[in-house]
């Protein structure tokens, strides 16, 4: 699973730089040419539901999402280890409806042919399949954490 994430955390980073050199092109084309790179907010809006989604999975691999600990640091480890399965099974139902919610509207964007209404048209089904598999492969990442609880300490430098 962790290549897996891996090749997803590849994704997203090359969608946030392909969103940042059109943003900058944008800037560049209105401030200083006065043509602005039509379709900047379709295209950006896609490529970070992207970047965020398929970032998901490598930030759950690491253990790198935000935790309140100001509490839970301060009990037993006993307690705070089945405080943190409590957590991982919760975020896996909520990554799970996500999911659920992303896969349907990833189908229907293919049934209805939809595209985002502004300057230009952009399908919005590769949006809707990030967003898919990104939160699929959360959700499987949470899980592999819950039944390998060792694999709870690793970092990103150590990937």
Do not use: N
């Amino acid at each position: 699973m962790k290549y897996v994430s891996l090749a997803a955390a590849g994704l997203a980073g090359a969608a946030l730089i392909l969103l940042a050199l059109i943003g900058t092109a944008d800037v560049i084309g209105s401030q200083f040419l006065g043509r602005p790179v039509p379709g900047t907010v379709e295209i950006g809006a896609s490529l970070m539901v992207a970047g965020i989604a398929l970032g998901l999975p490598m930030a759950q691999h690491a253990r790198r999402h935000i935790r309140v600990e100001i509490l839970v640091d301060r009990l037993p480890p006993r307690v705070r280890a089945a405080f943190d399965i409590v957590a991982q099974l919760a975020l896996a139902l909520m990554l799970g409806g996500i999911a659920w919610m992303a896969w349907r509207m990833f189908f229907t964007s293919i049934a209805t042919k939809e595209f985002s209404q502004g300057l230009i048209e952009i399908a919005m089904w590769p949006a809707r399949l990030a967003l898919a598999v990104g939160a699929t492969l959360a959700v499987v990442q949470t899980i592999v954490l819950i039944l390998q609880p060792e694999r709870a300490e690793t970092t990103i430098s150590q990937i």
